[in-house]
């Protein structure tokens, strides 16, 4: 058998393939960072200095929207006002009776055979009134989330997985996916989840765009203003929170979106753009999500795919610096609202050194709102959760989420979610 050859990458302290490091192509040495300096959040694109939460909010915000959908992800249109719901299945006696299951269709266009979202929720059975819910996308179809033999087996194209057959899921695919969705730990702790499948909105995979949903809303490939499936599912993320908003066994007023991956990238975007989430949780997402654009470690704009993003978006690669914004702005877009960016120790590829720096680089927002910032001035020690109102922690180990990950989730949620009036979305 041949020998493999390592390396030590000096920001995990973990030990990765040298295959493998060639192969992402990315920097893993934390010395050949070069310096760099990042955009000033609170100066407007006219220089002007942004000194009070009513210039963040009029000026400075909606212009930080345009830029990361000129150059990062592209402009989502606003929901068809013929959206509609279908409760497809209601059961009050789900999971051995620790929960009430929701099946919903979506016909985001209003028709039965339009574009559609089925979404999957979960509430704790025995709650005496509205709970909080996670939203999050999931890889593989709803069924792979749990092994609930109730859950409808998705219809839609699968990247390759345990239980998907040329693309199609199967009833071997059924929870796959379950040690990324703890679902039981988390109604027990008062909390409701609820799932789509990614595939509903745009197939995650290239050259998939006429399978999306950007079609049926009027979207062209060669559009040069095309949304990319990151704005695709982070657009979806806001649907499904539409129909939450009409159960009345949700508290509309703390729904989480939460992500891992490419998915984070997607729920840090729709916690950005809409302002009904009332926390966002970013779990491993690397460039494109909480990670430093102009830091050059790891993942970079020229290896990404290019289906995530705006057609523009790749014309910055090898010039980061040029970007008008940077992964601090993305976060700082939450504000004031409590926003969790998390890491794992061993994913170098996904820099959880420029995560956590990009989470201190939006505090100078949260702290003009008057909500406080990031309660460490350096990198914490790997599994040392951070819960204040930007909260941080990097688990020991690989790209994963885990239940490890969703204790302090649910720790932070505990923290953060008081009653508040409902804000507009988007």
Do not use: C
């Not at 951070?386 to 688990?395: A, D, K, P, T």
Request: hydrophobic share 45%; net charge positive.
């Amino acid at each position: 058998m041949p020998r493999t050859a390592w390396m030590l990458t000096t920001a995990a302290a973990a030990w990765v393939p040298a295959a493998a490091v060639a192969q992402l192509d990315g920097n893993s040495d934390e010395s050949r960072v070069a310096p760099y300096s990042l955009p000033d959040s609170l100066v407007s694109a006219a220089g002007q200095r942004i000194t009070s939460a009513r210039a963040w909010r009029r000026q400075r915000r909606p212009e930080l929207i345009r830029l990361f959908e000129q150059t990062i992800y592209g402009v989502a249109p606003p929901p068809s006002r013929r959206q509609r719901f279908v409760v497809d299945e209601r059961s009050d006696a789900a999971l051995g009776g620790l929960a009430r299951r929701r099946q919903v269709t979506i016909l985001l266009d209003g028709r039965r055979l339009g574009p559609q979202m089925r979404v999957l929720l979960y509430l704790p059975a025995r709650a005496e009134g509205p709970v909080p819910v996670f939203v999050g996308l999931n890889f593989h179809g709803n069924q792979a989330v749990h092994p609930d033999p109730a859950v409808a087996i998705t219809p839609m194209w699968v990247t390759p997985a345990a239980g998907i057959r040329k693309g199609a899921a199967t009833a071997a695919s059924r929870g796959i996916d379950a040690g990324e969705w703890p679902v039981e730990a988390i109604l027990r702790a008062g909390y409701g989840v609820a799932t789509v499948f990614s595939g509903d909105l745009y197939p995650d995979e290239d050259r998939r765009f006429a399978e999306s949903v950007q079609p049926a809303f009027g979207t062209a490939f060669s559009d040069p203003a095309r949304w990319g499936a990151i704005a695709t599912w982070a657009w979806g993320l806001s649907r499904v929170y539409d129909y939450l908003a009409t159960d009345r066994a949700v508290d509309a007023r703390r729904v989480i979106a939460v992500g891992h991956s490419r998915y984070a990238k997607a729920a840090l975007w729709a916690g950005a753009r809409d302002e009904r989430f009332a926390m966002t949780i970013a779990n491993d997402s690397g460039e494109g999500g909480a990670a430093l654009y102009r830091r050059d470690f790891g993942e970079t704009i020229r290896v990404m795919n290019s289906y995530w993003f705006a057609p523009r978006f790749k014309t910055y690669a090898g010039r980061e610096a040029e970007l008008p914004v940077d992964a601090h702005e993305l976060i700082a877009l939450v504000a004031p609202r409590p926003v969790y960016v998390a890491s794992a120790s061993e994913d170098w590829w996904a820099d959880p050194r420029g995560a956590f720096l990009a989470a201190k680089a939006a505090e100078p927002v949260y702290r003009l709102l008057g909500a406080g910032g990031l309660d460490a001035n350096s990198m914490p020690a790997p599994d040392t959760g951070v819960l204040s109102r930007i909260g941080h922690h990097v688990r020991r180990g690989g790209h994963a989420i885990t239940i490890a990950d969703w204790v302090r989730f649910i720790a932070f949620a505990d923290r953060w979610l008081p009653a508040h009036r409902q804000p507009s979305g988007r």
